[in-house]
C-alpha cells in the first residue's frame, strides 16, 4: 500500500517569496504524480500533472518537479491569492492523496 | 464550459444508504473517466471510488469496499455513488470529478464539482 507524506504540514512565507513543498511516495509512482490547490470553499484546482506538466492556464511561477519517490512544488514569487492547501496526488497505483501543505501568509 | 453539479446528500443515519448523483455538462461524457472525491470537515481530500468510461474498469478506496457501487449512465451524462451501510465517518463533502484520460480508471483529475455533503449521525 503507497503512502504519500507531505511536507511540511504549514508552511509560513512572505508575499514575493519563494516556497517549496515536499511530497514523499512510500514506493516509487514514476511521474504519475500531481499537485492541487485548493483555497477555502472552493473545490481543488489542478496545478501541475505528469510530476512537471503545468495544467492549462496555470502561471509559469508553479513549477514541480522530481521521479520515482520524492517530488517538489515550487512557487517563485508568491502572489496573495496563492496562499491556500496543496495536494499531491499519485496515480500509478488506483488514486492517493497527501494529506497536504497549508501555505500561510508570514 | 465543463460542469459537474451533484445532488443527493443530506442527513442519514448510520447504517441507513444514500444515493448520490452527478449532472455532467460540456464534455463529452463517454469519453473520459469519472470519479468520487470525498472531504471531510476540515480534513483533507480522499478518494472514494473511481469508474472507466464503459464502466469496465472500477476502483474503490479500502474504506469504502464493499458498502459503496460506483456506477454511470452514459446515455443521461450522469455519475452515481450508491452508499450502504453509512458510517459516522462517511460523514464528508463528496466531489464528482472529471478524469482527464479516456484509457482505463487512474488518471489525475481536471474537473471537479461544488460537492454535496454528506452528515451520518443519529
Known amino acids: 500500500e503507497i503512502v504519500m507524506t507531505q511536507s511540511p504540514a504549514t508552511l509560513s512565507v512572505s508575499p514575493g517569496e519563494r516556497a517549496t513543498l515536499s511530497c514523499r511516495a512510500s514506493?516509487?509512482?514514476?511521474?504519475?504524480l500531481a499537485w492541487y490547490q485548493q483555497k477555502p470553499g472552493q473545490a481543488p484546482r489542478l496545478l501541475i500533472y505528469?510530476?512537471?506538466t503545468r495544467a492549462t492556464g496555470i502561471p509559469a511561477r508553479f513549477s514541480g518537479s522530481g521521479s520515482g519517490t520524492e517530488f517538489t512544488l515550487t512557487i517563485s514569487s508568491l502572489q496573495s491569492e496563492d496562499f491556500a492547501v496543496y495536494y499531491c496526488?499519485?496515480?500509478?497505483?488506483?488514486?492517493?492523496f497527501g494529506q497536504g501543505t497549508r501555505l500561510e501568509i508570514k | 464550459e465543463v460542469q459537474l453539479v451533484e445532488s443527493g446528500g443530506g442527513l442519514v443515519q448510520p447504517g441507513r444508504s444514500l444515493r448520490l448523483s452527478c449532472a455532467a455538462s460540456?464534455?463529452?461524457?463517454?469519453?473520459?473517466?469519472m470519479h468520487w472525491v470525498r472531504q471531510a470537515p476540515g480534513k483533507g481530500l480522499e478518494w472514494v471510488s473511481g469508474?472507466?468510461?464503459?464502466?469496465?474498469?472500477?476502483g474503490y478506496a479500502d474504506s469504502v469496499k464493499g458498502r459503496f457501487t460506483i456506477s454511470r449512465d452514459n446515455a443521461k451524462n450522469s455519475l452515481y455513488l450508491q452508499m450502504n451501510s453509512l458510517r459516522a465517518e462517511d460523514t464528508a463533502l463528496y466531489y464528482c470529478?472529471?478524469?482527464?484520460?479516456?484509457?482505463?480508471?487512474?488518471?489525475?483529475?481536471?474537473?471537479w464539482g461544488q460537492g454535496t455533503l454528506v452528515t451520518v449521525s443519529s
Open positions: 496526488q499519485q496515480y500509478n497505483n488506483w488514486l492517493l
Open positions: 505528469g510530476a512537471s
Open positions: 469508474i472507466s468510461w464503459n464502466s469496465g474498469s472500477i
Open positions: 460540456g464534455f463529452t461524457f463517454d469519453d473520459y473517466a
Open positions: 514506493q516509487s509512482v514514476s511521474s504519475n
Open positions: 470529478a472529471k478524469g482527464d484520460t479516456g484509457f482505463g480508471v487512474v488518471s489525475t483529475i481536471d474537473y
